[in-house]
């Protein structure tokens, strides 16, 4: 794809920021523009050390906005789109769905629109790659692994717009040829993370000595996988995908959340030099969120089988890669956690009562 311009939408929210970053930094003949609205969860600090490279360019606007997308496409004339950008946080999809309607399936839509428009007459060479979630397929029991064939049961407002945006991309691959593909990926963790999710909620707390909200009893199991991990996957498939297909992408690292929080714990111990036990300590179990998923497992086989794609960084090793870019990174830390955050937080967790 030599001097290709693609066009990366949510570049400035924490997958986006890693999947731009290593396209800016490994392809300096890609023209790289970043679409983002910058809502709470988008933060320009994320992309610091690559605002000033001549192959990139950020554009902040909303994906819904039809006007804007279209004049982007006249304007630039993309090659591929990696569309990221979304509203990505199960419980504030709980708290408000029509945000998740808005822009996860009304914005993948203005999007698919537009490269119809600019892509009908030569699609050769084109590519819509939409990035999804493990959260469509539903929830596991005790044992089994989401594969590409497991039937569409999201369960959450945020899984169920995810969905029935993967339909739509699929749906404009059938009926009008759009060479699309889509990956659906467990959950991440490392730098830049927004402190609403698990990880980066609780390295927060326990820096802060705060309780550590766990929902229910902590036995609903997650599949993690290291940012960057994901990032080469989508370069990979980005690349060498086949059109029309959908490949799951996984970290093949199953944990409850309660064992992964101890473990945590144990890592924070160690590097803030506390003494052992301290951050456990902070361990609260609280009301459940409604409706939660009780397990995720992605069977990761075939992007393994067919492009050699599988992780690469362990669990403990990017775990305390992680705590140890949030510890050097306290001002990051401390400017998105003020404002919206604070109110954010004393909502969602002030009427989770203590069990
Ligand atoms: P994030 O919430 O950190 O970032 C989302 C970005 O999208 C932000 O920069 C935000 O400003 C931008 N955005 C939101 N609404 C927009 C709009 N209307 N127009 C333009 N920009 C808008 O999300 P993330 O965790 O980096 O997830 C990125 C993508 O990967 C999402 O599509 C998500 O569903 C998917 N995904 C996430 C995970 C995960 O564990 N985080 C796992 C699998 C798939
Ligand atoms: O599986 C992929 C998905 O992973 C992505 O599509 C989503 O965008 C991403 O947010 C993530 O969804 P989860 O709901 O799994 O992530 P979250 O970090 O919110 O929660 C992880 C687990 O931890 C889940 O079982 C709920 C639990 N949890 C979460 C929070 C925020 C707690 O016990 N306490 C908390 O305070």
């Known amino acids: 794809m030599a001097g290709k311009t693609i066009l990366i939408t949510g570049g400035a929210g924490f997958i986006g920021s890693h999947v731009v970053r290593r396209f800016v930094n490994n392809y300096p003949d890609y023209q790289i523009v970043n679409l983002d609205k910058l809502t709470y969860a988008g933060n320009l600090e994320n992309l610091k050390d690559i605002e000033d490279k001549p192959n990139y360019t950020f554009v902040k606007g909303d994906i819904t906005d039809e006007k804007l997308v279209f004049s982007l496409f006249e304007k630039y004339q993309f090659d591929g789109v990696i569309h990221l950008a979304a509203e990505s946080h199960v419980d504030r999809s709980i708290e408000n769905p029509m945000e998740f309607i808005k822009t996860n399936i009304i914005g993948t839509v203005t999007l698919l629109n537009a490269a119809r428009k600019y892509w009908t007459d030569n699609p050769e060479g084109k590519l819509f790659y939409h990035i999804s979630t493990d959260e469509v397929y539903g929830s596991l029991e005790d044992d089994g692994f989401f594969t590409e064939q497991t039937p569409y049961d999201p369960r959450s407002p945020y899984s169920a717009s995810k969905a029935s945006s993967d339909h739509f991309v699929r749906a404009y691959n059938n009926t009008y040829h759009l060479p699309t593909v889509i990956t659906n990926c467990s959950n991440n963790y490392g730098p830049n993370q927004f402190p609403e999710k698990l990880i980066p909620l609780a390295i927060n707390n326990i820096l802060n000595m705060k309780h550590i909200p766990i929902y229910g009893q902590g036995t609903n199991v997650r599949d993690w996988l290291y940012v960057e991990d994901h990032a080469r996957a989508i370069d990979l498939v980005f690349h060498k995908g086949k059109i029309g297909e959908t490949y ?108």
């Open 248 to 355: 799951n992408i996984g970290g093949n690292n199953t944990w409850k959340n309660i064992d992964l929080i101890r473990l945590l714990c144990k890592v924070m111990d160690q590097e803030l030099g506390r003494d052992p036990g301290t951050s456990e300590k902070l361990i609260t179990f609280v009301k459940d969120r409604p409706g939660h998923d009780h397990r995720y497992a992605i069977d990761a086989s075939k992007i393994k089988q067919e492009l050699g794609w599988e992780p690469e960084v362990d669990f403990e090793t990017g775990l305390r890669k992680t705590v140890r870019w949030y510890l050097g990174n306290q001002k990051w830390l401390k400017n998105v956690v003020s404002g919206e955050y604070q109110k954010y937080y004393e909502k969602q967790y002030k009427n989770r009562l203590v069990k």
